[in-house]
Nanobody, 124 residues
Framework: QLQLVESGGGLVQPGGSLRLSCAAS????????IGWFRQAPGKEREGVSC????????NYSDSVKGRFTISRDNAKNTVYLQMNSLQPEDTAVYYC?????????????????WGKGTLVTVSS
């Protein structure tokens, strides 16, 4: 069974940090670009970051650039999202998704597999 499972979400104070993980089972991530997306209450899902299949190229939305870092460990079949300087507007359910494509081009409508999400709440 092909599956992506996110973990690492939780409650954090403004200015704090969290690291999300996206673990794959049933397939290898070696040939997949991986994207992180988020959906805040009452808002549409949006792209946050994307990483190429080999990890050499990344991109970020303007809202997280300089604060979030995406990385991957293909040996562990896992992708990470390090989130620093978190703000209340970062509160959302965070999803990872995989696209069988080498380049970091991640769009909501082109991803092949999705996880079920992990909730990140930034609040004092």
């Amino acid at each position: 069974q092909l599956q992506l499972v996110e973990s690492g979400g939780g409650l954090v104070q403004p200015g704090g940090s969290l690291r999300l993980s996206c673990a794959a089972s049933g397939f290898t991530l070696d040939y997949y670009a991986i994207g992180w997306f988020r959906q805040a209450p009452g808002k549409e899902r949006e792209g946050v970051s994307c990483i190429s299949s080999r990890g050499g190229t990344t991109n970020y939305s303007d809202s997280v650039k300089g604060r979030f870092t995406i990385s991957r460990d293909n040996a562990k079949n896992t992708v990470y999202l390090q989130m620093n300087s978190l703000q209340p507007e970062d509160t959302a359910v965070y999803y990872c998704a995989a696209r069988r494509y080498s380049l970091p081009i991640c769009g909501i409508y082109v991803m092949d597999y999705w996880g079920k999400g992990t909730l990140v709440t930034v609040s004092s």
